[in-house]
């Protein structure tokens, strides 16, 4: 996801999976897919300057893309989700972002998005 509407819409209206670094808004999308990639999850991510510096910041979108890349296929499709990283996320191991993505990623599976 890329556009603020998008950001904004998950937020508002999709469901909250909730973990200690971590929060989730998980939202259905409506529109039929035209592709194969319009098809598939949508991940968004949210890091606000409350969390650290520039550098810190940088470094927890790498680590959730990354992390993204990797559930996209064992995600169900159709979903948009918006990642809100905490500020505990700041001083946190990269073990313990990593750990708590996975949970919530595996959670995705269970939630009936609106």
């Known amino acids: 996801m890329r556009k603020r509407r998008e950001f904004l819409a998950v ?5 909250r999976l909730s973990g200690r670094h971590l929060q989730f808004f998980v939202l259905g999308r409506k529109e039929p897919p035209a592709s194969v990639v319009a ?8 890091v606000t300057r409350k969390v650290g510096n520039a550098v810190t910041r940088n470094r927890l979108k ?6 993204c890349r990797h559930v996209v296929a064992s995600s169900p499709s ?4 918006v990642i ?8 946190a191991p990269a073990a313990a ?13 269970g939630v009936n998005p609106k």
């Open 11 to 15: 937020q508002g209206r999709g469901r």
């Open 39 to 46: 098809a598939s999850i949508r991940f968004g991510i949210t």
């Open 62 to 67: 790498r680590l959730l893309r990354e992390r």
């Open 78 to 81: 159709g979903l948009d989700v």
């Open 84 to 91: 809100l990283v905490r500020a505990s996320a700041a001083t």
């Open 97 to 109: 972002i990593a750990g708590d993505f996975g949970e919530l990623a595996r959670r995705l599976s």
